[in-house]
């Protein structure tokens, strides 16, 4: 039975390697790479006369995640004109590779076709909203079998960006409001004066169980949970005695339409005395407040620094 498993075993593997059928060559090196390398100067450049050479007559170009079946895409005309306004509206623009990836040519003995996909990255800023452009692009060119004309481009790029663009291009825009007095806003000042009077149990009960503590002193991918936040304000504590906690200016409470989300921003003098040597310390500390439904704080931002409290 061994046996007989071990060969129907090599047989399988015989079969499908038999169904492997080449259709094509792929190349690192190609005259249709330096086609598209060309384009991507010329669109960059807005340079008009380069594209009309290198664009076929029936050029299209499609975004290859579309999902309306009537989009014919762009004509060449129409891209030459995007390539102008990209030119004109986008500072310090540039496609580049986006390494370690590389473009590929690849010619299809099917058909004889001929393509290249490439992997890049498009930067720069718009010049009028500051929205910056830093976004990969991955694009499947298919060429004339020459390569000496681009046919067709499949495009694939997170038009988000447009919108952040459209957004903010000449539009003022409300994104909810703003209160100067808000429930949670009061669940701020509690927060910051119980700990203040040293009620630490109160403090920690306008917090959810699951909050997320960011403090700007640590690296910029750690995060605290408000156990860990706790055991923070307990060598904090241990070091330092709070002699007062000052508000300064007031609270705002900012309710956003966008993403349904808020934020209370506050600000705040910590005047404490350090324990070992009675040196007194004044840190300016700014607070970010995230509330969930219930109206417990979900997240929590610490702006202050760190150097004023070394020795």
Known sequence: MKNSLIIFLFCSS?????????????????????????????????????LDEILHKDFKRRNGISQNKSDTGDTKSQLIQNSIYWNSNIKYLSITQA????????????????????WDRVNGYHKSTGVKLDAPLHRLFRLTSDAKKIL????????????????????????????????????????????????????????????????????????????????????FLNTYEIESIDMRGYVDYLNYDWGDANSALSWWTFRLKRKKDGEKIDLPV?????????????RRVLYYSMKLLEN
């Open 152 to 235: 067709w481009i499949a495009e694939y790029f997170d038009t988000k960006i447009y919108w952040d663009i459209w957004s903010g291009d000449g539009k003022d825009r409300k994104n909810g409001e703003i209160f100067m007095e808000h429930e949670n806003i009061n669940t701020v000042r509690k927060v910051m004066y119980s700990f203040e009077f040293g009620n630490y149990e109160e403090a920690y009960s306008y917090f959810d169980e699951d909050a997320v503590i960011y403090d700007i002193n640590l690296p910029i991918d750690k995060t605290l949970t408000l156990e860990e936040g706790i055991e923070s304000d307990k060598i």
């Open 14 to 50: 015989v079969l499908i390697a038999q169904k492997k059928t080449k259709n094509g060559t792929v190349y690192i090196k190609h005259p249709g790479i330096e086609l598209v390398n060309k384009f991507n100067k010329a669109f960059v450049e807005a340079d008009t006369i380069a």
């Open 99 to 118: 390494k370690p990836a590389y473009p590929d040519a690849i010619e299809y003995k099917e058909g004889k076709q001929l393509w290249v996909q490439s």
């Open 286 to 298: 700014h607070i970010q407040d995230s509330f969930n439904d219930e109206g417990k704080i979900v």
